[in-house]
């Protein structure tokens, strides 16, 4: 079932709008909604509600009406999109999907399950991040958490976790930031060598049983732990006796983030290479294969993709590069807002 589609780019700005027709009329969209896209029409397409479905319908424009189905073409490449794009063109009203993007001139509309979330959202920034609809919850599980100085573990993006992680450790007033999967030290080493009330604990399914011990120890202390995971399931792997103690609160990152994720690419994009422009594809790619790949490897793409960008002096940016880059040069820290 489809309630609405969420705007979420137009020709070179990223925008949060709910769009949700009434059961007993169609709504119509068109250049009033989207005025600085001059590939839209005034009265581009509609969309009605037809038995608890969306259906879309092209009404004539010229450009024409564009929809890609993620659960049909996840692994489209962007050497693809071109020679891609007129079989998605709308030619006959049809039913929308979860997660279809639908593109009109510059501007990309995606169909969602449920708008509820982004209902009166506008877009802020908030513990060094870009949230709308997506990071609101999460936010607000955060600073409960602080507030009630309950240990937390956060799973999701380790970007995003990493930096919901280091607010609730300054929240504290700072602490040690342990990655078990790539210190150095024994954990008993790690904890002992800091005073802090407060850990960042980072890929706690890396520990080995004999820390268990070790870990059950400090629990039982005043120590505030902040773990940070990919998966909850890497939780699992915890004995629950110490997981009740060590993640008492968690926090999931939704997945995918529609709303949010143009903001941070616009943001990025803003902050490390002002001058170069975003092309629609971009957002649009980057929106299709975060099904696939991780939100952590598309940033890291994208650093690679500006760094070369900006070596070679190129003005517009209209896709990932193809090179995945080492996990080890790029990797995303809280930036400013691109208005700022």
């Known amino acids: 079932m489809i309630t609405g589609l969420l705007a979420v780019w137009s020709v070179d700005t990223p925008m949060l709008r709910v769009l949700e027709p009434l059961r007993s009329r169609a709504l119509v969209i068109g250049r009033e909604l989207f005025p600085r896209d001059e590939r839209v029409h005034e009265r581009h397409f509609e969309i009605t509600r037809s038995h608890d479905r ?20 996840q692994s489209l490449d962007l050497d693809d999109l071109d020679t891609t794009f007129n079989d998605r063109r ?54 409960k ?6 240990s937390v573990a956060i799973a999701g993006p380790r970007w995003v976790t990493h930096l919901l992680g280091s607010a609730y450790l300054d929240a504290r ?82 997945k995918p983030r529609y709303d949010e994720l143009p903001f941070v690419i616009h943001s990025v994009c803003r902050y490390t290479a002002e001058h170069i422009s975003i092309q629609t594809s971009l957002i649009e790619q980057f929106l299709r294969q975060v099904h696939d790949d991780t939100e952590d490897d598309l940033f890291l793409r994208l650093g690679e993709t500006l760094r070369i960008a900006k070596r070679d002096g190129v003005q517009s ?15 995303m820290t809280s930036y400013p807002a691109a208005d700022d």
């Open 173 to 254: 007033g700072g602490g040690p930031q342990i990655d078990i999967a790539a210190r150095t030290h024994t954990l008993e080493a790690a904890l002992a060598a800091n005073s802090s009330h407060t850990v960042l604990l980072e890929s706690p399914n890396a520990l080995l049983p004999p820390e268990y011990r070790t870990l059950r120890n400090w629990l039982e202390t005043d120590v505030r732990f902040i773990t940070c995971m990919r998966r909850g399931r890497d939780l699992d792997m915890i004995p629950p006796e110490i997981r009740r103690w060590l993640a008492p609160v968690v926090i999931e990152i939704p």
């Open 317 to 331: 940016i209209a896709g990932l590069g193809r090179v995945r880059p080492e996990r080890t040069t790029f990797r």
């Open 54 to 73: 969306l259906v879309l319908t092209d009404l004539g424009s010229s450009h024409g009406t564009y929809v890609e189905c993620i659960r049909a073409r």
């Open 90 to 143: 709308v030619r006959a009203p049809r039913s929308l999907e979860p997660d279809d993007i639908v593109r009109i001139g510059n501007t990309l509309l995606v169909a969602v399950a449920d708008v509820t979330p982004y209902r009166g959202r506008t877009h802020t920034r908030k513990y060094g991040l870009d949230v709308c609809g997506s990071l609101h919850a999460p936010c607000e599980q955060l600073a």
């Open 145 to 150: 958490a602080i507030l009630d100085e309950t």
